[in-house]
């Protein structure tokens, strides 16, 4: 797969994100997010762009760390 479709793809799926968040309708929301999910999952795993997928496991990489609770079971 050439870059610029990568990237195409990667655009459409990330539009197809930021429309299922903001979508009114919780059912069709939910579809087109996991159809964005689903493009994002063939390009990455299936596209071997080796670029993309670097920038990608860096940027997750980058996260923060989820917050531990120290508060304790009450009986």
């Known amino acids: 797969m050439s870059w610029w479709t990568t990237c195409t793809l990667l655009l459409i799926s990330s539009i197809l994100w930021l429309i ?5 309708d919780d059912v069709i929301g939910l579809l ?3 159809l964005a999910v689903s493009v994002a ?3 990455l795993l299936f596209g071997h762009n ?7 496991l860096l940027t997750a990489l980058r ?3 989820a917050q531990r609770s120290d508060t304790k079971h009450l009986s």
Not at 20 to 24: A, F, I, Y
């Open 32 to 34: 087109q997010k996991i």
């Open 41 to 43: 999952a063939v390009v």
């Open 63 to 65: 996260l923060p760390p």
């Open 20 to 24: 299922g968040r903001d979508n009114s």
């Open 50 to 56: 080796l670029l993309i997928e670097l920038l990608a």
